[in-house]
């Protein structure tokens, strides 16, 4: 059902709009219409607003940076007493809470460079350490000769012949009887570069060093530290270096762990203060046009009108004058539609949160899809056994959400509702995992086995669909009477006619029934095909051909049925030929198993299908607004910023 909406008018002091504003928030159940339109969005300004805007924003980035995304389980009851302590409407607070929020990025900004240096360092001494362990005995060797030794990065298919440049020039470099020195070992690094260790004499080392770099050589660094040969002649200082790091790496990560346990609800709560102010603010501007007073409009449900009304008085007094009225049906299109449904049908509201919400005072097709949906996705998996399968992890599952309300609750009550058909079917049908049941408990249907009678169940399936679409054709004539649109109207009804005109005429050829049909099934034709072109001519006349289309697609429900039943009976038949062993039950099990997937993944899309498709096309057209209550970011309604 979609509650009754009144339209609500107040008009009071300009002094109680604060005060009124949050008392409504507090209410919970105005939705606010925002008349004045002088205030584009963003375009409420002022030194207190703006103040604000940048520091929800910095609140936000400083969420980010911790990391911070446990939005769904804030303490309210401490954001309802921050709420109260915490003053946020002057400049000089705010510039208070600005101060502590750049002491604490500062302190987060310290903690997160202290883990990066840190996460760098040990990268950079693992391969210090490597280096050192390959390098360590050519560099002590050499320096204990009083050479020179230093690191460089080399292109692969250009090391020999650099090499050989590098021993001419020692030996052109050398004073006249000396023996020229030069020693090098290399270490791959990747597809095309190696690292080598130059020894030199000290004296011609920079000369050496020049002619490297002018060969494109590069002197070896590790983020942008310099090897100076200290760590390569000491592999035992990089272990010992490696064994401490990754503790002091942990403590940092724990004492970040720890800032974004302790602060990350905080800075959640501040920011969750700081968007509510800001949208009341904003609504203030836009209710205040200058002078002493103010006016608000807004559409509450006609069954809280007395709670809202009650409670305004008892707060304001005769501060406040309050009018209302129900909406006038030129105003049905700017009504906020709220779904008002009994508790069994309520979780069946999903199926409309997918497509935009039905205008004011049209149908409500939920209590429709709460009993044609579990009927027809029963009647597809049709097996007590698998029915009790789906019943348990329907009632696991909502046990497990706490009897929470949301999606997870609403399709846990969708299952358990399916199971409790497919097993009142699965007696129908005589099937429990297939033919087991009458196999080991001697099951018999009640009305049919499915694998048997075939064209019984094809035939109901049938008769399901016609009472399914002709019951959304009424409705759509109904819609049409309301709107005064006179062509759904004739469409709708001349559409009916056709249908059952067409069912008398086959029922009397094949003397389905002994009664003559013939002259009814005409007269039902002529009158229907005089409404369809009293409607729309040609185009009543495709509606027609397409609703008897619509009618016969719900033969799905036989054949998927009948396919669950046939695998199910192939899983026992396993056994039948493999004999009662480990394999033969564990392939039986897995085919049940790969069918009890395929039977409520299929029945729920061809559930779901023929409610959009064949049912909502005669008569569902999504034009309501959703309704929106002024409230508290509290518990579900709280959504996680982007």
Same mark, same amino acid.
């Given at each position: 059902?979609?509650?009754?909406?009144?339209?609500?008018?107040?008009?009071?002091?300009?002094?109680?709009?604060?005060?009124?504003?949050?008392?409504?928030?507090?209410?919970?159940?105005?939705?606010?219409?925002?008349?004045?339109?002088?205030?584009?969005?963003?375009?409420?300004?002022?030194?207190?607003?703006?103040?604000?805007?940048?520091?929800?924003?910095?609140?936000?980035?400083?969420?980010?940076?911790?990391?911070?995304?446990?939005?769904?389980?804030?303490?309210?009851?401490?954001?309802?007493?921050?709420?109260?302590?915490?003053?946020?409407?002057?400049?000089?607070?705010?510039?208070?809470?600005?101060?502590?929020?750049?002491?604490?990025?500062?302190?987060?900004?310290?903690?997160?460079?202290?883990?990066?240096?840190?996460?760098?360092?040990?990268?950079?001494?693992?391969?210090?350490?490597?280096?050192?362990?390959?390098?360590?005995?050519?560099?002590?060797?050499?320096?204990?000769?009083?050479?020179?030794?230093?690191?460089?990065?080399?292109?692969?298919?250009?090391?020999?012949?650099?090499?050989?440049?590098?021993?001419?020039?020692?030996?052109?470099?050398?004073?006249?009887?000396?023996?020229?020195?030069?020693?090098?070992?290399?270490?791959?690094?990747?597809?095309?570069?190696?690292?080598?260790?130059?020894?030199?004499?000290?004296?011609?080392?920079?000369?050496?060093?020049?002619? &490297?770099?002018?060969?494109?050589?590069?002197?070896?660094?590790?983020?942008?530290?310099?090897?100076?040969?200290?760590?390569?002649?000491?592999?035992?200082?990089?272990?010992?270096?490696?064994?401490?790091?990754?503790?002091?790496?942990?403590?940092?990560?724990?004492?970040?762990?720890?800032?974004?346990?302790?602060?990350?609800?905080?800075?959640?709560? &501040?920011?969750?203060?700081?968007?509510?102010?800001?949208?009341? &603010?904003?609504?203030?501007?836009?209710?205040?046009?200058?002078?002493?007073?103010?006016?608000?409009?807004?559409?509450?449900?006609?069954?809280?009108?007395?709670?809202?009304?009650?409670?305004?008085?008892?707060?304001?007094?005769?501060?406040?004058?309050?009018?209302?009225?129900?909406?006038?049906?030129?105003?049905?299109?700017?009504?906020?539609?709220?779904?008002?449904?009994?508790?069994?049908?309520?979780?069946?509201?999903?199926?409309?949160?997918?497509?935009?919400?039905?205008?004011?005072?049209?149908?409500?097709?939920?209590?429709?899809?709460?009993?044609?949906?579990?009927?027809?996705?029963?009647?597809?998996?049709?097996?007590?056994?698998?029915?009790?399968?789906?019943? &348990?992890?329907?009632?696991?599952?909502?046990?497990?959400?706490?009897?929470?309300?949301?999606?997870?609750?609403?399709?846990?009550?969708?299952?358990?509702?399916?199971?409790?058909?497919?097993?009142?079917?699965?007696?129908?049908?005589?099937?429990?995992?297939?033919?087991?049941?009458?196999?080991?408990?001697?099951?018999?249907?009640?009305?049919?086995?499915?694998?048997?009678?075939?064209?019984?169940?094809?035939?109901?399936?049938?008769?399901?669909?016609?009472?399914?679409?002709?019951?959304?054709?009424?409705?759509?004539?109904?819609?049409?009477?309301?709107?005064?649109?006179?062509?759904?109207?004739?469409?709708?009804?001349?559409?009916?006619?056709?249908?059952?005109?067409?069912?008398?005429?086959?029922?009397?050829?094949?003397?389905?029934?002994?009664?003559?049909?013939?002259?009814?099934?005409?007269?039902?034709?002529?009158?229907?095909?005089?409404?369809?072109?009293?409607?729309?001519?040609?185009?009543?006349?495709?509606?027609?051909?397409?609703?008897?289309?619509?009618?016969?697609?719900?033969?799905?429900?036989?054949?998927?049925?009948?396919?669950?039943?046939?695998?199910?009976?192939?899983?026992?038949?396993?056994?039948?030929?493999?004999?009662?062993?480990?394999?033969?039950?564990?392939?039986?099990?897995?085919?049940?198993?790969?069918?009890?997937?395929?039977?409520?993944?299929?029945?729920?899309?061809?559930?779901?299908?023929?409610?959009?498709?064949?049912?909502?096309?005669?008569?569902?057209?999504?034009?309501?607004?959703?309704?929106?209550?002024?409230?508290?970011?509290?518990?579900?309604?709280?959504?996680?910023?982007?």
């Amino acid at each position: 059902m979609i509650a009754e909406m009144v339209n609500l008018r107040m008009l009071g002091l300009k002094s109680d709009i604060k005060e009124l504003i949050e008392h409504i928030r507090d209410l919970g159940i105005l939705h606010i219409v925002e008349e004045n339109n002088d205030y584009p969005p963003g375009a409420v300004k002022g030194p207190v607003i703006e103040k604000m805007r940048f520091l929800r924003a910095g609140l936000l980035g400083l969420l980010e940076d911790l990391n911070w995304k446990d939005w769904d389980n804030l303490d309210w009851e401490s954001i309802e007493y921050l709420r109260k302590v915490v003053p946020i409407d002057d400049i000089a607070s705010l510039e208070d809470i600005e101060n502590s929020l750049v002491k604490f990025k500062k302190r987060l900004e310290e903690i997160k460079d202290e883990i990066k240096a840190l996460e760098e360092s040990a990268i950079v001494l693992k391969q210090v350490h490597h280096l050192a362990v390959y390098f360590h005995p050519f560099v002590t060797s050499e320096r204990s000769k009083g050479n020179a030794v230093s690191l460089w990065l080399i292109e692969s298919n250009r090391l020999n012949g650099l090499l050989q440049i590098l021993k001419k020039k020692v030996r052109s470099v050398t004073p006249v009887g000396q023996r020229p020195f030069f020693n090098h070992k290399t270490l791959p690094q990747g597809e095309n570069l190696s690292l080598v260790a130059l020894s030199t004499n000290p004296d011609i080392e920079p000369t050496l060093i020049e002619v &490297l770099k002018d060969l494109g050589g590069i002197p070896y660094k590790t983020f942008g530290i310099a090897m100076d040969g200290l760590a390569v002649e000491s592999p035992h200082k990089t272990q010992m270096e490696l064994k401490w790091l990754p503790k002091k790496l942990a403590e940092a990560n724990e004492a970040l762990e720890e800032t974004r346990k302790e602060w990350g609800p905080r800075l959640a709560a &501040l920011y969750i203060l700081m968007d509510e102010r800001l949208e009341s &603010l904003a609504l203030e501007k836009k209710l205040i046009k200058g002078g002493e007073y103010f006016t608000l409009n807004a559409w509450v449900p006609r069954s809280n009108l007395d709670e809202v009304i009650s409670s305004l008085k008892e707060r304001f007094k005769d501060r406040i004058l309050i009018t209302w009225r129900s909406p006038q049906p030129e105003e049905w299109d700017k009504v906020p539609v709220l779904l008002e449904n009994p508790k069994w049908a309520r979780p069946f509201e999903v199926f409309l949160k997918l497509l935009p919400l039905p205008g004011y005072k049209s149908v409500d097709p939920t209590a429709l899809i709460a009993i044609f949906f579990p009927i027809f996705a029963g009647c597809m998996i049709g097996d007590i056994g698998y029915g009790i399968i789906f019943l &348990l992890c329907g009632i696991w599952a909502k046990r497990r959400n706490g009897g929470n309300n949301g999606l997870l609750c609403d399709i846990s009550q969708i299952l358990i509702n399916v199971s409790i058909l497919s097993i009142l079917w699965g007696f129908l049908y005589g099937e429990f995992f297939g033919d087991l049941g009458h196999r080991l408990l001697h099951l018999r249907p009640i009305w049919v086995e499915r694998t048997q009678g075939v064209i019984p169940v094809m035939a109901f399936a049938v008769a399901l669909g016609f009472t399914h679409v002709t019951l959304g054709l009424i409705l759509g004539a109904y819609e049409g009477i309301k709107s005064n649109n006179k062509r759904h109207i004739y469409e709708r009804v001349g559409t009916i006619f056709m249908i059952l005109g067409i069912i008398a005429f086959v029922a009397d050829r094949a003397k389905i029934i002994q009664i003559d049909l013939l002259w009814p099934a005409l007269a039902l034709l002529v009158f229907g095909l005089a409404f369809l072109v009293r409607g729309g001519g040609l185009t009543g006349l495709v509606e027609t051909i397409g609703s008897i289309g619509n009618i016969l697609s719900y033969i799905r429900i036989a054949a998927i049925g009948l396919s669950s039943a046939i695998l199910a009976m192939v899983a026992t038949k396993f056994v039948d030929v493999l004999g009662v062993s480990f394999f033969g039950i564990a392939l039986a099990l897995l085919i049940h198993l790969l069918n009890l997937i395929i039977a409520i993944v299929g029945s729920a899309l061809h559930s779901a299908r023929l409610h959009y498709v064949e049912f909502f096309g005669k008569f569902y057209e999504g034009k309501g607004n959703n309704y929106k209550p002024f409230r508290r970011r509290r518990e579900t309604a709280w959504k996680r910023p982007y």
